[in-house]
């Protein structure tokens, strides 16, 4: 048999949810087996399952965040179908305004998250009664703002340490209890409450102060207010927390509404409250039928991509070790892309359901993974209704732009921990501030230079071209390191790419991704109408 057979007869047999399959080995060791005359290694793919859209083809469902949501599509989508007639159906047939609709969305998400936590949501309502009185309380004090994330800061870190708690820490009566802790695990879900107990704290201390958002000024500037529509920023600036309207229940029904509690996207109070009385009208029906639709064509693209490419399943079961540097950035390059569009699915599912009920929200993704040439723009556009959080009531209280070099580093450590005490995932913190220090002086020095010629243009074209390189390889090892392989596993990657072998893939890679950063700039330039001389 030859080396071409054994590389085309790779697949072996298939058990349960795992593929074994041989791989020729192009890095042998003294201990590996041969068949054939070549070395190879036996190895397992995990976390495959029978595939629907094409029965022959299996599955990829290792991520276990995309598996549970794929799985949970039908009853959740049950949900979504009753909630939304219901609320929609008596806000029209009773005609309801904000405290109706307040009443109503808090009892239809009081009964969902009484499914998906069970007795676990007395920790929930009683770490948000005891925040909405330390908000009324003290929301006047200078030191406020320290006392709301004093608070938040410790829920967040207990809950995660102690793992939801035990109900038995509050005595041996109480032990039963823990036999009815739902279907999902309460302190997860918990993390998006402290966002929005945090944003509530803010925006009713804001309420306090005078206003200094002009609204006429801000219409000037805005195409869609120009249009009669309001938009998500005059809705986040209405001073809704500091009405006297802003009851407990409005608090509570913000912190647990249906739609955007197991994952967001992220809505500040004032902007939610504000839709509650009067439904969005930035999207007509017609908006919102076309958006659903396009999550349905985005399912079927995710769908045929786990059928044909396995690159999640490949870094599950480890077996990226054992690839060459040419392989191993096709599966790192597809781990990411399925990452993408993992979260665009989740987010915009839920968005949709919000859509359908007259609640606005940012959009996480508007802009697709392979459109980004820098560390701004790409954070801007990846969460970006947690990046607009994280501007708003972190970033700026901080200081913003005048410390930004120190800032940077206490925002994306706080977004390290918010997702989990994982040193994986510090490390992917800490890379991504390193690699931005250089931009953010790039981006300084090259505002200030005033370029006179033609030649001069070209030439800072050029150089951001460069660094838009540098900037997309910086990215992708961060996020494989913070997400995927762990820092063990990205000096693995590294290593493989600076190899005699792994060296002319690099330089393959790094000129691929300058043509990349010069296709986006002329995308750019195409949108802005922007007509540079040939």
Known sequence: MSKTQLDQSWIGTQNGNRESFLLYSSTPSLSTP???GYPFVSLTLR?????????????????????????????????????????????????????????????????????LHGACVIFILSIATANFLLVKVFARKKFFPFMLWAF??????????????????????FEYLDNFRGTFRWHICFNFVVLRMISFGYDYHWGQLDSHFDLEKHV?????????????????????????SCSFSLYLC???????????????????????????????????????????????LMELMTQFFYYNAFVISGLWRELSPVEIFIIGYGVLNFMWLKFLLLWRYFRFWSLVNGIETVENMPNCINNCYSLETFWKTWHASFNRWLIRYMYIPLGGSRRKFLNVWVVFTFVAVWHDLEWKLLSWAWLTCLFFMPE????????AIKVQSAFGEFLLRELKALSGAVTITCLMMANLAGYVIGPSGLSLFVSSFLSKEGLPVLGGVFFSFYVGTKLMFHIKDLRSGVHRPR
């Open 254 to 300: 913000y912190l647990v509404y249906a739609p955007l509690y197991l994952a967001g996207p992220i809505i500040s109070f004032n902007a939610f409250a504000s839709q509650l009385d009067v439904p969005q009208n930035t999207h007509s029906v017609k908006d919102v039928a076309r958006y659903g639709l396009r999550w349905l064509f985005s399912f079927l």
């Open 34 to 36: 041969m068949l054939y």
């Open 220 to 244: 000037t500037r805005c195409s869609l207010c120009k249009l009669g529509k309001t938009c998500y920023v005059v809705r986040q600036e209405k001073d809704i927390a500091s009405d006297s």
């Open 440 to 447: 953010m002086l790039l981006k300084s020095a090259s505002n």
């Open 47 to 115: 976390g495959l399952a029978p595939g629907w859209l094409i029965p022959s083809r299996r599955n990829d469902v290792s991520d276990a965040q995309w598996r549970n949501f794929r799985g949970n599509l039908p009853i959740l989508s049950f949900v979504f179908a009753v909630f939304t007639v219901i609320a929609n159906g008596s806000r029209s047939l009773f005609k309801l305004k904000a405290k109706g609709m307040t009443i109503l969305w808090l009892f239809l998400s009081l009964v969902y998250l009484t499914y």
């Open 152 to 173: 938040n800061l410790f829920f967040l870190l207990c809950n995660r340490i102690y793992e939801g708690y035990s109900f038995s820490i509050f005595g041996p009566q």
